[in-house]
């Protein structure tokens, strides 16, 4: 299947008035192409990899915004297509693909220009250590950071209701075994959930060793822009948007790559296009306001 695409330099998607449908706005003109639909939410982290990988390769888009915050992934058509409820999910001419690192992958092979891989085999092997680690460690870590400091108080906008609907509508396995029940703690308890701790701690360990990777390169497994650095951006841009960039206040190549990055023409249509004002605007207020905590528990 292919769909012929114009899409207009600078014209965005109001997410208030067309939350479903957008393009990525990258290219001018008309172009032909295989039809990519991508299923996401502005504040998710693992979405934002992919939409990372298809603005490094120029890649248009049909997305459908999927409220995670307000409980959509759960409606029964989208679990369908993905059985742990969670987002981003691509549609590549008919077939379906789930699991963000993964779809990365996938992109890299179906549409290899430019190559998000290095060349040499080890530094290859070294890119999928880093992705592993990412959904092995840090996205569960990043779960529970942005649900203690920042998405509870958004969920305790919802009617008691609502919110116990959204509580019980997460599958038990989803973002980690026992996901279920640990979100309802942290959105009950908040930094007084036991072991809130050990996200924190395992968050900062990961910043120290992006800190070490880049000693003697640009890039965290060489020269070259990878994967490796496509999955950790979202975690660190998410401490950045909660003005938690004090974490790496001590650590300049870390901030150097993070700048880096930020100067490269795909990261705002994969960042913030897509991140509703009023949530980004949630992030940087409670974020603000849990950073007192979380200094705490990182020196304790």
């Avoid at 890299?108 to 680690?133: H, N, V």
Wanted: net charge neutral.
């Amino acid at each position: 299947m292919v769909v012929i695409v114009v899409v207009l330099v600078g014209h965005g998607c109001n997410l208030a008035e067309t939350p479903s449908v957008c393009h990525y706005a990258g290219k001018r003109g008309v172009k032909e192409m295989p039809m990519l639909e991508l299923y996401h939410h502005g504040s998710s982290v693992c979405a934002a990899k992919v939409r990372l990988v298809l603005a490094e390769k120029g890649l248009e888009w049909k997305g459908h915004y999927i409220d995670i915050l307000k409980g959509e992934q759960f409606d029964p058509a989208y679990v369908k297509l993905n059985p742990k409820a969670v987002v981003p999910t691509l549609i590549h001419d008919g077939k379906v693909l789930t699991e963000s690192t993964l779809i990365c992958e996938y992109l890299d092979d179906a549409f290899p220009e430019p190559s998000l891989k290095p060349a040499d085999p080890y530094a290859r092997w070294q890119m999928r250590i880093w992705t592993k680690a990412v959904d092995d460690q840090v996205h569960p870590a990043c779960a529970e950071l942005t649900f203690s400091s920042t998405h509870r108080h958004t969920l305790a906008r919802l009617a008691p209701a609502e919110l116990e609907r959204f509580l019980e509508a997460t599958p038990a396995q989803s973002v980690k075994p026992g996901w279920k029940a640990r979100k309802r703690e942290i959105v009950t308890l908040g930094f007084k959930a036991p072991g809130i701790d050990a996200p924190f701690k395992l968050y900062d360990s990961y910043m120290q060793k992006m800190e070490d990777a880049l000693k003697h390169r640009p890039w965290l497994t060489g020269d070259t822009f990878s994967l490796a650095d496509i999955g950790m951006a979202p975690y660190v841009n998410r401490l950045d948007m909660l003005g938690m960039a004090e974490m790496w206040a001590k650590r300049p190549r870390l901030a150097d790559w993070f700048e880096r990055l930020k100067a490269r023409p795909s990261f705002q249509p994969a960042f913030y296009q897509w991140f509703p004002e009023p949530l980004r605007d949630d992030l940087a207020t409670f974020g603000a306001q849990s950073w007192p905590e979380v200094k705490r528990l990182l020196s304790a």
